[in-house]
């Protein structure tokens, strides 16, 4: 009886382990998975160009007078500011001579100008004793025009005397009471009187003349005076000329204080000091660092791609991280290589990006509009098919759909999918269809 009993316990022993196994491998069946879901929308490609950082401004450093580098402020690599001494330079040659003659011509200048103004002053006297001799000679004129016509007076009262007395005289010559001579006496005496007074009476004042003279030597004087005004102006000139000649002089006499034109880093360096520089060979040049210019060379089928004042996104793998760009410059006509230039630029103000560092324009083009999109990693190929596995129900249900275009974290696709569904992005390649799936939580 014990013996049977020990059967019956051995027997459901087996069987409930059995049951146990069974029970375990039903549970195995249930698929744990990630999940991800279908969007509609355009499917945006991204193309990526590669391009390279430049200065936007590079600026040379000139110095305006040749001489020696007494003082170098910089090195190679600095940053600078702009209007920040960067050197001092001392000018060569005989400048303190040139300073000397400018002196000298400054001086001959200012007495020519000195002389001038008393030629002036004395040609305007000059005019003014003309005016008054003009004055005199009037005044002479006046008197002797008043003596001559008193005389004629007299020479015609005297005359008509005369001509009254010779009358009479040949009224009693031709009555016989008087002799013939006595007439002729009287007539001569007449016209005598006659051609006086006609002689005073047509004479001209010989101080008209005069005056006349008078008044031509008031034109000569003020033509004078006008010569002497164009002396002035032109020795004022002179004196102008002298002193802007000496100023000059001495700004290149002095120490000449060398700036930089604009802010940026030394990017070269040609001298140190004690050497001798021109302002014909740049002593340094400075790279503005800020902004930045992105550039690249894209084919005509590219050049759509860029639209100017567009803002566009670069990657900087270097610095491992991306900026805006705003596209600042699209060639109409292509270089050497058949290429045309693009240029675009970027904000700098922490100076990270670097002349020469790599770039890449990232450049969203609309490749397929208001279609299916799904993740990549949904999709499995299978005996030329592609599918992806739907979740419906907590199962895995395979739809088969058609790759219209292709990225690495996207896709574009067409099929018997419904737009928000879910399909399986991680733990499909081990499903079957109907399979039972359970969808694991994303971690946080």
């Known amino acids: 009886m014990k013996r049977l009993i020990f059967m019956f316990m051995v027997l459901f022993f087996v069987t409930a382990c059995n049951q146990e196994e069974a029970n375990e491998e039903i549970e195995e069946r249930i698929t744990p998975v990630k999940v991800e879901s279908v969007k509609k929308e355009d499917f945006v490609v991204e193309r990526k160009l590669v391009a ?48 000397e003659l400018q002196q000298i011509a400054l001086r001959q200048a200012e007495t020519q100008l000195e002389n001038a103004q008393v030629s ?4 305007a006297q000059g005019v003014e004793n003309a005016k008054e001799q003009v004055d005199l000679a009037k005044q002479a004129s006046q008197s002797e025009a008043s003596q001559t016509a008193q005389a004629a007076e007299a020479a015609k009262q005297q005359y008509e005397q005369a001509k009254q007395l010779a009358d009479e005289t040949k009224k009693l010559a031709d009555e016989g009471t008087i002799p013939d001579a006595l007439y002729q006496q009287a007539k001569n005496r007449a016209d005598q009187a006659y051609a006086q007074y006609q002689q005073l009476n047509g004479q001209q004042p010989q101080s008209s003349s005069a005056v006349a003279q008078a008044e031509a030597q008031v034109d000569q004087a003020e033509q004078q005076l006008e010569q002497t005004r164009v002396g002035v102006e032109q020795a004022e000139l002179q004196v102008e000329q002298a002193n802007v000649q000496l100023n000059q002089a001495q700004e290149q006499a002095e120490n000449e204080a060398i700036t930089a034109p604009t802010s940026g880093e030394v990017s070269t360096l040609n001298a140190s000091e004690g050497d001798m520089v021109s302002n014909q060979q740049p002593l340094a040049t400075i790279v503005s660092l800020d902004p930045m210019t992105i550039t690249a060379s894209v084919t005509a ?7 100017k004042g567009a803002e566009l996104t670069v990657d900087l793998p270097s610095l491992e991280e991306q900026v805006t760009s705003t596209v600042s410059y699209v060639s109409s006509v292509p270089d050497d290589t058949g290429l045309y230039p693009v240029e675009a630029t970027v904000s700098n103000g922490d100076e990270k990006i670097k ?3 790599m770039a890449t324009f990232l450049l969203p083009e609309n490749v397929v509009e208001n279609t299916l999109i799904v993740p990549t990693d949904s999709l499995v190929e299978q005996n030329d098919e592609t599918f992806v596995y739907q979740v419906v129900d907590e199962k895995a ?3 088969l759909v058609s790759v219209l275009e292709s990225q690495s974290d996207f896709t574009a696709v067409s099929g018997n999918i419904p737009e928000d569904a879910t399909v399986i992005t991680t733990g499909q390649l081990t499903l079957s269809d109907g399979d039972q799936v359970t969808i694991m939580e994303e971690d946080s």
């Open 52 to 99: 390279r950082a430049t200065a936007a401004d590079t600026s040379p450093v000139l110095p305006e007078t040749p001489g020696e580098l007494a003082t170098l402020n910089v090195a190679k690599g600095d940053r600078v500011e702009e209007g920040e001494t960067v050197a001092v330079v001392r000018p060569g040659g005989n400048v303190d001579n040139q300073v």
């Open 120 to 123: 002036k002053e004395q040609a």
């Open 301 to 307: 089928d590219q050049l759509s791609l860029f639209e």
């Open 355 to 357: 002349p020469g560092m």
């Open 397 to 399: 249900v395979q739809v």
